[in-house]
């Protein structure tokens, strides 16, 4: 499937900017939505219509008001499945890891240390989507 729009939910604004720029470093096309934290976007997510749901979600595993895996639980709704869900996280833990693929990520990747690895990540998680059939 084409990816138009990418949602970002991460209460760390520079996380938020890096990760912004590798997706239009991938394709500048790709519309970017940020959230600095799950309840707001499972808000927002919420009053979307079918039409206007993000073909991609990218989330933080920590975040103020509701985690990563809070917001995956929120996210096992029949109108939600189809949208791919990736957890992005500085924690490498595998509690972490299997708390968020049971909750319903696609995959888990830990934050990386430089942009040439989050590029490559970014790449990755595109890719997947782009395949996805």
């Known amino acids: 499937m084409p990816v138009n729009t990418v949602f970002i939910i991460d209460d760390d604004d520079d996380d938020i900017r890096l990760m912004k720029d590798a997706i239009t470093g991938i394709d500048p ?3 970017i939505q940020p959230f600095r934290d799950g309840a707001t976007a499972l808000l927002f997510l919420e009053h979307c219509a079918e039409n206007e749901l993000p073909n991609v979600l990218i989330v ?7 985690t990563g895996p809070q917001l995956l639980e929120q996210l096992n709704k029949v109108r939600y499945l ?3 869900k990736f957890i992005l996280s500085t924690s490498s833990t595998i509690q972490h890891k ?3 693929t049971q909750a319903g990520a696609w995959r888990y ?3 990386p240390s430089t942009f040439a690895e989050l590029n490559e990540i970014v790449r990755q998680i595109l890719d997947e989507c782009h395949n996805f059939k």
């Open 29 to 31: 096309l790709i519309h």
């Open 98 to 100: 299997i708390s968020c």
């Open 60 to 66: 933080d595993y920590q975040m103020p008001l509701m």
């Open 82 to 84: 189809s949208i791919p």
């Open 109 to 111: 990747f830990t934050k």
